[in-house]
């Protein structure tokens, strides 16, 4: 895989290594309480709340959090509502760049967003300047270590409708359409594989590759934009090449 999904691989393990700090969870308390008042508070008929739940579960997040977390999201108990917003900018070396937030507060949000692309060389984009560079599509990755054969891990998930699968290293990325990650999910589960993440993401249709110091400065961005608690995912179009990635990862 490129040098982007490498940095997405990345980004998952260190996720998990961080679940335990208070920003992780009330990032996904946010995503289960606008799940829940967009779908209802059922994860067996609303297939948002379920990956969101899926996501908690992962990241270690007590039952108490979740369960008032939907109840948040249903009105069943007070909180601040949230919007669901995308904003788009451009990284260092004409990256593209799409952040999706949770916000309750949009003069925050664009406020620290400006700041944090500044901060790194880049700037925020109008609305649509690069969204059409981006296609929604599900991933799932399953680490190699665990996991059967390349050729059964496959067919499990083109049998179960997935589109695509890639490997590199370390793991399996398999591609579905949105609608289509949960029944894959649901028959990687029912033959034993076990999978790492998944969730529908924005996936580049073009790349733009990397020298040294624009994929540094490019990674502080990522990495600034994470950490602002408005923000939910992030998704770019860059591509590094692997001695460039193994450097930076080191």
């Known amino acids: 895989m490129a040098g982007h999904s490498k940095w997405h691989n990345i980004k998952l393990r260190k996720q998990a290594q961080d679940a335990r700090k208070s920003k992780v969870f009330a990032k996904i308390s946010r995503e289960i309480?606008?799940?829940?008042?967009?779908?209802?508070?059922?994860?067996?008929?609303?297939?948002?709340?379920?990956?969101?739940?899926?996501k908690a579960r992962a990241a270690g997040m007590p039952q108490?959090?979740?369960?008032?977390?939907?109840?948040?999201?249903?009105?069943?108990?007070?909180?601040?509502?949230?919007?669901?917003?995308?904003?788009?900018?451009?990284?260092?070396?004409?990256?593209?760049?799409?952040?999706?937030?949770?916000?309750?507060?949009?003069?925050?949000?664009?406020g620290e967003l400006r700041s944090a692309f500044?901060?790194?060389?880049?700037?925020?984009?109008?609305?649509n300047a690069v969204a059409w560079l981006f296609q929604q599509k599900g991933v799932i990755i399953v680490p190699k270590e665990g996991a059967p054969d390349e050729d059964k891990v496959l067919e499990a998930a083109l049998e179960a409708g997935a589109e695509d699968m890639q490997s590199d290293?370390?793991?399996?990325?398999?591609?579905?359409?949105?609608?289509?990650?949960?029944?894959?999910?649901?028959?990687?589960e029912a033959s034993g594989i076990p999978f790492e993440s998944a969730e529908v993401t924005m996936l580049p249709q073009t790349r733009v590759t990397l020298k040294?110091?624009?994929?540094?400065?490019?990674?502080?961005?990522?990495?600034?934009?994470?950490?602002?608690?408005?923000?939910?995912?992030?998704?770019?179009?860059?591509?590094?090449?692997?001695?460039?990635?193994?450097?930076?990862?080191?």
Not at 170 to 184: C, K, N
Not at 221 to 241: C, G, H, S
Request: hydrophobic share 40%.
């Open 33 to 54: 309480m606008v799940a829940a008042r967009a779908g209802g508070g059922d994860p067996e008929s609303n297939a948002r709340l379920r990956l969101a739940m899926d």
């Open 64 to 110: 108490d959090n979740v369960k008032r977390a939907i109840q948040r999201g249903m009105g069943e108990v007070g909180g601040a509502q949230y919007e669901s917003m995308t904003y788009e900018g451009y990284a260092p070396g004409g990256v593209a760049v799409m952040a999706q937030v949770l916000t309750d507060n949009r003069n925050r949000t664009v």
């Open 118 to 127: 500044g901060r790194s060389g880049g700037a925020l984009a109008e609305s």
């Open 169 to 188: 290293e370390t793991s399996y990325e398999i591609r579905t359409a949105p609608a289509d990650l949960e029944v894959v999910k649901q028959a990687l």
């Open 212 to 250: 040294e110091k624009e994929a540094q400065q490019v990674l502080r961005l990522m990495d600034a934009l994470e950490e602002l608690e408005d923000v939910q995912q992030v998704y770019a179009n860059f591509d590094i090449p692997d001695a460039i990635m193994e450097q930076i990862a080191a």
